[in-house]
């Protein structure tokens, strides 16, 4: 394979800067690393690659690695049931549920609770998203299908924070965060201020995002109560280049987030065989990253129009964030983006 060049992203680049001229993107951002080399380009309204954006669930994984150091700390067991740390997480076959089983999505939990956007109207806080995920019915008995799960990833979370008494955004901030430098990078707001972060285009967006209804405004994707409310799922906000640092400690396992050992489990597949491939947070294969990606690539997209991929196989590290609801438009720029930098590092 042929050293890349910077110019071999060209086309890549070109793709959010059509679509940011024509209005179609508010604002964009790209960051790709292959072989040790930089590129990054930021397109809009982001001024630069340090600008920060609603990354939605990018959140999970980076939400599942603080899980994961303290399964590094010995402080549970992937086999434990939930019900060790969450008592009244029980009946309907939830005692069976195991922390492997919310961190892979086969645990049964639904992907957002029946009563989401009631809960959003009223600006309730996470424990009323948690106790909802506890009473919920489960979709079907544990460990039997595969149905990706925000509620699983946040009952995860409400397990670390009721093993270190540290309320989770300050647990990410103080194991993930700090640790990579990730100095543009918050789940919740943190120390940005609203006006600082990129704002996302609601219109024909996801339903509990308020799908741009004027009177979504108050609780929809761009309100202060969403992004203060640092939702383990989807409530991070980070950079093209932060998140690519979150990855590069993947790729490279080096040690800094997680032992080396525990590092690679999460982007290895645990799913069983007939079930959705899934790390621990991360989707494993092509398929959640694009074509020509080998079958060892790990991945997260997110639903206010984000993407992330990491493939061993070339050493490359792509991040494509922009405001356009993922939803949207098919096929999305941040896939056809991503798209042509997959095709410029197989060349």
């Not at 093209?240 to 640092?245: F, I, L, M, N």
Request: charged share 20%; with cysteine.
């Amino acid at each position: 394979m042929a050293a890349t060049r910077e110019s071999d992203f060209d086309a890549a680049s070109e793709v959010l800067s059509k679509a940011t001229a024509e209005g179609q993107v508010d604002a964009a951002s790209l960051y790709v690393r292959h072989a040790g080399q930089e590129f990054a380009r930021s397109f809009g309204a982001a001024k630069s690659a340090d600008e920060a954006f609603l990354i939605a669930s990018i959140s999970k994984p980076m939400s599942v690695a603080a899980v994961m150091t303290l399964y590094d700390q010995g402080k549970f067991r992937l086999d434990d049931p939930v019900k060790k740390y969450i008592p009244e997480f029980s009946g309907d076959g939830k005692s069976k549920i195991t922390v492997e089983q919310l961190l892979t999505h086969v645990s049964g939990l639904p992907d957002q609770l029946p009563e989401n956007e009631s809960l959003r109207r009223r600006h309730a806080g996470l424990p009323e998203f948690v106790a909802g995920a506890i009473r919920t019915p489960l979709l079907f008995a544990p460990g039997s299908r595969y149905s990706y799960s925000s509620m699983a990833i946040l009952l995860a979370s409400e397990m670390a924070q009721r093993i270190t008494g540290t309320p989770f955004p300050k647990l990410v901030h103080e194991t993930v965060f700090g640790p990579l430098e990730m100095k543009r990078s918050a789940l919740g707001l943190g120390d940005f201020e609203l006006a600082e972060t990129m704002q996302c285009q609601v219109e024909n967006a996801a339903p509990e995002s308020g799908a741009g209804d004027p009177e979504s405004k108050d609780w929809d994707w761009n309100s202060p109560y969403w992004r203060n409310l640092g939702a383990p799922w989807g409530g991070a906000h980070a950079s093209a280049s932060d998140v690519g640092r979150f990855f590069a400690d993947f790729l490279q396992t080096t040690g800094k987030l997680l032992r080396p050992q525990t590092a690679r489990l999460m982007i290895q597949n645990q799913n069983r065989q007939g079930l959705t491939p899934r790390g621990l947070g991360f989707a494993i294969g092509a398929k959640g990253a694009s074509p020509g990606c080998s079958p060892a690539t790990f991945s997260h997209g997110g639903a206010t129009g984000t993407l992330a991929w990491a493939d061993p196989a070339t050493d490359t590290i792509c991040v494509v964030l922009t405001t356009l609801p993922a939803q949207a438009v098919d096929p999305h720029p941040r896939q056809i983006c991503s798209d042509q930098v997959a095709m410029a590092v197989a060349k």
